[in-house]
């Protein structure tokens, strides 16, 4: 198993799929043949992380603990922290400070499916120093509903903005980031000298912006299905994916 920690951020209030979050979180609700989130555990674990701190919200938290354990389960070892209300997703990851500080750290956010698994990705940044940020880009449709790379002629990523009016580029910034020990110092430099957005959130795409102002920060493009499953299309969409998976199988 990697000695990168994983991180999974499970907390938001799912309000863009109510009724059905009216009574659970959405990352309980099924993806054709399993809960949202155990796709999002098996990327992880899948991609040789084992030791994962989820991050939780609202009234579901026994629920969670209930359905996935200790994480015995997947061969894993799950440590919970709460997130006292919805304050975007650097703050979700502030928040696992005391368990993963001093470590590399792989991040999804718990509505992500991926096709794909990111073992060497993984241990490339394991073994080496040669960056401290990897981003995954999907090339999509509708850039304007993300976070959107602008890159350069050697896909290099120069900035990244959030949902465009004027989108750079087609590649959208996927839910899923591993960064270097200093991600903690970068979030308390956000913290204290951008603070929160409009919207009332630590936005994670200033502090990738950070990183790929001050550090090196590798662009991945992923090749195989990434949607979120946060609407009611992307989680019917979703849904299909894996059912045409299994059929093949």
């Known amino acids: 198993m990697s000695i990168i920690k994983g991180v999974i951020l499970a907390g938001g209030t799912g309000s863009r799929l109510s009724p059905l979050t009216k009574v659970t979180n959405k990352h309980l609700l099924p993806v054709y043949n399993e809960p949202m989130i155990y796709k999002v555990i098996k990327t992880l674990t899948n991609s040789g992380i084992g030791d994962i701190t989820i991050v939780l919200g609202g009234e579901s938290v026994g629920d969670f603990v209930r359905l996935l354990g200790d994480g015995s389960e997947f061969n894993a070892s799950f440590s919970y922290v709460y997130q006292q209300k919805a304050g975007g997703i650097a703050e979700a990851l502030y928040l696992t400070k005391k368990i993963v500080e001093g470590d590399k750290v792989a991040v999804i956010l718990g509505d992500n499916i991926f096709e794909n698994t990111f073992k060497s990705e993984i241990e490339e940044f394991e073994k080496t ?59 308390n430099y956000i913290i204290n000298k951008i603070g929160y957005s409009k919207r009332g959130e630590l936005e994670i795409t200033d502090v990738n912006n950070y990183y790929i102002k001050n550090y090196k920060t590798k662009a991945v493009k992923v090749d195989g299905f990434w949607s979120d499953a946060g609407t009611f299309d992307t989680l019917i969409k979703s849904s299909n994916f894996i059912q045409s998976v299994l059929k093949k199988e």
């Open 129 to 187: 120093n040669a960056y401290q940020c990897c981003l995954f880009l999907k090339e999509v449709k509708d850039p304007k509903r993300f976070g959107v790379a602008e890159l350069d002629g050697r896909n290099t990523i120069k900035s990244i903005e959030e949902k465009p009016k004027n989108p750079q580029s087609n590649f959208a910034v996927t839910g899923l980031y591993i960064y270097d020990e200093n991600i903690f110092k970068v979030i």
